[in-house]
Nanobody, 123 residues
Framework: QVQLVESGGGLVQAGDSLRLSCAAS????????MGWFRQAPGKEREFVAA????????YYVDSVKGRFTISRDNAKNTVYLQMNSLKPEDTAVYYC????????????????WGQGTQVTVSS
């Protein structure tokens, strides 16, 4: 079992940066692929980024490419999402998730989810 706790959200202005962290409990963290998803009010959950268990592969939704970077530190059981050049449309609750699937934009193969952290970007 893996428990995930996100942190690092907040209220920022357009153009600012934030780094989200997701701390995982359990000794199996390094065997999971990790993803970040987000959900804005009134919208469906959206895939943001994912990283393989080894950290060697990543992929992103087109809208964040070049602005967001996902990384992980398996020694610290933590995955990060560095968000630069934030835009108002990035406003959402951000969730991290752990799973064994890959190239999964729906989130259906992610077995473990955090509670989320709010990111609000003002214009």
């Amino acid at each position: 079992q893996v428990q995930l706790v996100e942190s690092g959200g907040g209220l920022v202005q357009a153009g600012d940066s934030l780094r989200l962290s997701c701390a995982a409990s359990g000794r199996t963290f390094s065997s999971y692929n990790m993803g970040w998803f987000r959900q804005a009010p009134g919208k469906e959950r959206e895939f943001v980024a994912a990283i393989k268990w080894s950290g060697g592969n990543t992929y992103y939704v087109d809208s964040v490419k070049g602005r967001f970077t996902i990384s992980r530190d398996n020694a610290k059981n933590t995955v990060y999402l560095q968000m630069n050049s934030l835009k108002p449309e990035d406003t959402a609750v951000y969730y991290c998730a752990a799973g064994v699937g890959w190239a999964d934009y729906s989130g259906s193969t992610y077995d473990h989810w955090g509670q989320g952290t709010q990111v609000t970007v003002s214009s």
